[in-house]
């Protein structure tokens, strides 16, 4: 079983980055398709991007040329660079493990804490 804790949230001006770390413990963190989602409070939590074990990737429009999802295996680790940040990006974002990198409705893993990012005016 794999474990994954957010990290690399804050605050940042529109038009800023921040690049968002899921860190994975267990055992066979390569083989598994890991997801970012976004969250906004009384909203349902929504897809933002996916990537497979051999780097293939999924993203939503919304966030299309803006984010880049990228991991490294041997460090366990998955990345969302988020670049020309807006304030309608805004959420939580949490990582988790979806069963392939186009399914964007459902997961296998249970959810974390997440990261919050705040983007002002």
């Known amino acids: 079983q794999v474990q994954l804790v957010e990290s690399g949230g804050g605050l940042v001006q529109a038009g800023g980055s921040l690049r968002l770390s899921c860190a994975a413990s267990?055992?066979?963190?390569?083989?598994?398709?890991i997801g970012w989602y976004r969250q906004v409070p009384g909203q349902v939590r929504k897809f933002v991007a996916a990537?497979?074990?051999?780097?293939?990737?999924n993203y939503d429009d919304s966030v299309k040329g803006r984010f880049t999802i990228s991991r490294d295996n041997a460090a366990k680790t998955v990345y969302l660079q988020m670049n020309n940040l807006r304030p309608e990006d805004t959420a939580v974002y949490l990582c988790?493990?979806?069963?392939?990198?186009?399914?964007?409705?459902?997961?296998?893993?249970?959810w974390g804490q997440g990261t919050q990012v705040t983007v002002s005016l």
């Open positions: 990537i497979s074990s051999e780097g293939t990737t």
């Open positions: 988790n493990r979806p069963p392939d990198v186009d399914t964007t409705t459902w997961v296998l893993g249970s």
């Open positions: 267990g055992r066979n963190f390569r083989s598994h398709v």
